[in-house]
């Protein structure tokens, strides 16, 4: 069974420094996809990034970037220069390629707050 | 583009009624899956459906049901309402149906069961 874990359940951060949200996941598929999502105040979730298991290629997005590790099984996100916008709760989730039995599990969430 | 809508915003029940909430998608796409998300649970799969048939489910007892129109506009319908279904529901739409698609949420409709 697929699980995804964020052990950090809150973070806070003065504004302008980088922060790291950690991300676990456990498969046994190969083949599989890896999201990360951003929850504002206002409730809907905002995608930022989908990465499927055979590109393990580091991404960076402005000021944000991903570390995908398979030999941890890691998809961690740090925010560089961290501003009060970016406080939400950040969310990320692994889909296993079952054809027609594709479910999106989620981790709990880490809720970041950036300090002014 | 409109985004994912969904109606009501809120809506305050009582035990034992039955709820139906509302999903507009993103224009042209065809699947659209539900969610629950809760403190104590976090985000749950509840269905997906996609050109009107319900493609896959989650681990929801029977009470929790959907459908979804020729338009693709769907439906999540909850029966005898326990004080456990207060939540948070969202909606999320993309073109093509199955979880390895980007999905795009709607705001959601929080649910009051009192």
């Known amino acids: 069974a697929q699980k995804v874990t964020q052990a950090q359940t809150e973070i806070s951060v003065v504004e302008k420094e980088d922060v790291t949200l950690d991300c676990v996941y456990e498969t046994r598929d190969t083949t599989y996809y890896l999201f990360w999502y951003k929850q504002p105040p206002s409730g809907e979730l905002v995608f930022l990034i989908r990465r499927n298991s055979f590109d393990e290629q580091n991404e960076i997005s402005g000021r944000y970037s991903w570390n995908f590790q398979k030999s941890t099984s890691s998809f961690n996100f740090t925010i560089t220069a961290s501003q009060v916008v970016d406080s939400a709760v950040y969310f990320c989730a692994l889909s296993e390629a079952n054809f027609g039995n594709e479910k999106l599990t989620f981790g709990t969430g880490t809720r970041l707050t950036i300090i002014p | 583009k409109a985004g994912v809508t969904q109606t009501p915003r809120y809506l305050i029940k009582t035990r034992g009624q039955q709820v139906t909430l509302s999903c507009s998608p993103i224009?042209?796409?065809?699947?659209v899956s539900w969610y629950q998300q809760t403190p104590g649970q976090g985000l749950q799969f509840l269905f997906e459906?996609?050109?009107?048939?319900?493609?896959n489910k989650g681990n929801f007892p029977g009470r929790f049901s959907g459908r979804q129109f020729s338009n693709s506009r769907s439906e999540m319908n909850v029966s005898t309402l326990e004080l456990g279904d207060s939540a948070l529901y969202l909606c999320a739409s993309s073109p093509q149906g199955g979880s390895l698609n980007i999905q795009y949420f709607g705001a959601g409709t929080r649910l009051s069961v009192l």
């Open positions: 459906y996609f050109s009107e048939t319900q493609r």
């Open positions: 224009s042209g796409h065809r699947s």
